[in-house]
């Protein structure tokens, strides 16, 4: 069976980056994103992965950097080799691979819950 090792940067805003390697199971036709769904479900759930699949190419959710390239996960095919994965670089970093999609200012206000009544 061949494997594909994906090389991930960890770790959050202002301390030192980490990168984790995990073996996945290859199989041609994946993408990049079900190697990462592979490692959260069977290896390490903590892992932080943005991706919301309604619409193929269309979220623009799972964008990264896939071997120092900007692709998306859900359309860059896994391959049977290391594959280094890295935020985007010029979006704020929230955790792992999760970066803030949109400026604050584009941001929806916080939910506050409605008092008891």
Known sequence: MSVATLSIHRGIAGEAPRRDRFDVPFEPGQSVL???RRVRET????????????SANACKECMMLVDGKVGYACTVRLEAREMRLDPLPNKPLLRDLVTAIAPP??????QVPAPDA
């Open 105 to 110: 200012d584009e941001r929806p206000p916080k």
């Open 43 to 54: 290896v390490d759930p903590s892992l932080a992965v943005r991706y919301a699949c309604l």
């Open 34 to 36: 079900d190697g990462l």
